[in-house]
């Protein structure tokens, strides 16, 4: 027999509860999760109640988790799902966290691409813009029409500009190689070059 024998504040976190059976602490469950189970002192949980409580408490404890690392840093859907599960919760509270993280705005790939684009778009070029946004997992049809509106030109001049201000004497071959890893591809590599009439006719 399971019997709720004592329910009480947790002493560091008062919108918990320290739930005790038969005498011993039991599990810790918030308010809402209490008043769903018609937790009180002197009820009798089955051993499936209990197994039931349990999977609530990882639901809550995923979203409240989740909750944290998005007011913080915006992510994408997949870095979240990931973000969850390397903190130890199943499947089944990572989906219902992601509901409940998307249904609030907290997590949206739309805005989360618009915000990287936003962020990074004067240091790489479209081409490594589009393999990172790929790689957070977000869907190719919304990636492409937000790098649709970057100006790769404007970007290549900047980064290039950027490194002329920190080589007096730039290795062209060198130059070249750093502008493609930011993600430019070699017309607009080459007439960057050529509009500051660095090396011509390359």
Known sequence: MNEITEISLQKNNKDRLNVSVNGSFAFGVEYATAVKFGLKVGRTLTDDEIAAISIEEG???????GLKYAV???VSEKQMVEYLSRHGFNEE????AMDKLKEYGYVDDVKFANAYVATYSAERGKNRL????KSAGV???IAEEI?????????CDKCLDKYLRTHREPDR???INYLMYRGFDWDCINEAMNRRELWKDL
Request: hydrophobic share 35%; no cysteine; net charge negative.
């Open 72 to 74: 913080k840093k915006t």
């Open 173 to 175: 071959q060198k130059l």
């Open 59 to 65: 639901k809550t404890a995923a979203f409240d988790r």
């Open 93 to 96: 509270a990572v989906h219902a």
């Open 139 to 141: 869907d190719p049809e």
């Open 147 to 155: 790098l649709s509106r970057v100006d790769d030109e404007d970007s």
């Open 130 to 133: 589009k393999l990172e946004l």
